[in-house]
């Protein structure tokens, strides 16, 4: 049974001027036509850039590639999902018999681009500064518990962390090509990870060590990216 | 000859209460550790939001995914260093002595994340409002010639003109399985293609030209996250 969405304005705090946008935020595409893709789409582009500018100013030391890591390891659909969840926003889901037969109020991708909608709908509703606030509301207590080491450790660590918190096999290190003298050689090593899709690159280096750092650290630019 | 920033400024119909912003927008790594790798990260999330919403309301009717494509179409290294030629941008830029003697000041990518960083600058600078107001001035031409037709081509063929705009690899398919009866059968179909990195996905259909559409329509999402 869907619970009035009325709970939930109140648990986030929230209200809207035009609650038709709250709804649709809340409206799976298994409902049909009008459902929240869109907000979704707009919710998602708020989000990177709040988090963005908030980690800019938090961090003024990090680098550009920090900055990066640190966002894609506070939003991405794990990490929205679990924020659903705190909300109970599972039980204000507006599913299709089939989605809501199949438990799909308790699927992370659903949970994640729900909470999204409701921050694309939020932006609709009222603007960017108060969206803004919202969103910075409610990542409080993870901006909080950032933990900047985690973003510096080298990327091989971090590429191996992610396939494990993903479930997924290890990355796989192949030396493709050696070339050079034997004083100055260099190493091509090519990464091969299986997320999304089976995907590899390269990396290069003077020694088949850096090269692989090198991989991995490519390869964690291409799946962070696919995150955003 | 770097020339001074002011005739630039005038160009871009700006002025900034802390001009250090600027400066740093304009400096390249080449030149050291203070640089605009920061601001230019600050600037990719406020332009992918901005034309974000700005889409968002220009196209009603558009899907999530046309939505993604229109702005991928929009923002993208190539798109951003030809704003940046408009301006003459790279008469200004700030760069290392190798970079110099190298041309860097004509490459796409030192141009592009220029520009970017200006808007990270401005930002800074003036806030929200005011930074969505000229990123919406400066994308004003492009945003009247979007054609949402582009977007709705189908998968394979867009998948096909941004292989051929990139002068790569042309995408290839592969038929990996085939399950069920003969009258209703499932096709697996592997697509490959060489971006940033070898990708693989596999789509599936009942006919082995759907499997094909939906192994493009599946890589187009991975290639077109990758350029957020």
Not at 97 to 119: N, P, W
């Amino acid at each position: 049974m869907i619970k009035k969405p009325d709970g939930l304005l109140k648990k986030f705090g929230l209200s809207f001027e035009q609650p038709d946008f709250f709804i649709m935020a809340l409206t799976h595409r298994s409902m049909g036509a009008r459902n929240n893709e869109r907000l979704e789409y707009l919710g998602d582009s708020i989000l990177g850039y709040v988090i963005a500018e908030k980690l800019y100013e938090m961090f003024p030391d990090a680098s550009e590639g920090e900055l990066s890591r640190l966002r894609a390891s506070l939003v991405n659909q794990g990490s929205l999902a679990g924020l659903a969840r705190e909300y109970n926003l599972g039980d204000y889901l507006i599913l299709g018999s089939g989605e809501l037969k199949s438990g799909g109020y308790r699927r992370d991708s659903i949970l994640s681009d729900a909470l999204e909608a409701v921050m694309g709908a939020l932006l609709k509703d009222q603007g960017v500064l108060e969206c803004k606030a919202w969103i910075l509301k409610v990542f409080a207590k993870k901006l909080d518990e950032l933990d900047l080491k985690q973003s510096l450790k080298d990327p091989k660590t971090q590429l191996q962390e992610l396939m494990q918190s993903r479930k997924v096999d290890l990355p796989v290190y192949e030396l493709v090509k050696m070339t050079g003298a034997a004083h100055s050689q260099t190493f091509s090593v090519k990464c091969i990870t299986h997320v999304e899709s089976n995907q590899s690159c390269v990396g290069s280096g003077d020694s088949r060590k850096k090269a692989e750092q090198d991989a991995a650290e490519k390869m964690l630019k291409i799946i962070k990216k696919q995150n955003k």
